[in-house]
């Protein structure tokens, strides 16, 4: 929306209450040149830690059902990573 600067001065109070509650700028002309954009603020911080990331996590499947794969520590595969680790062992 655009207004010439002499229209704003005579309603700016009534102006500056509708852009804050459409959220639409306001462009302040003077002389046919814009001049000036009246834009609201808007607080970007969450009022409360609790729940302001609802809506975006998403569960694809059942979470608490056991996987199909072992681990690796189930399998053995890294037995080799941790012989350094036990006393006695991997010292040559």
Excluded: Q
């Excluded at 700028?25 to 609201?40: D, E, T």
Aim: charged share 30%; proline share 7%; aromatic share 6%.
């Amino acid at each position: 929306m655009n207004i010439n600067a002499s229209e704003f001065k005579a309603k700016c109070l009534k102006l500056m209450d509708e852009v804050a509650t459409t959220h639409e700028p306001l462009v302040i002309s003077k002389r046919g040149k814009p001049l000036v954009k009246l834009v609201p603020i808007v607080d970007e911080t969450p009022k409360s830690m609790f729940g302001y990331m609802k809506g975006t996590v998403t569960i694809h499947e059942d979470i608490l059902a056991p996987l199909d794969e072992l681990w690796s520590a189930e399998n053995s595969d890294e037995d080799d990573l941790y012989t350094s680790l036990r006393p006695g062992e991997g010292k040559k």
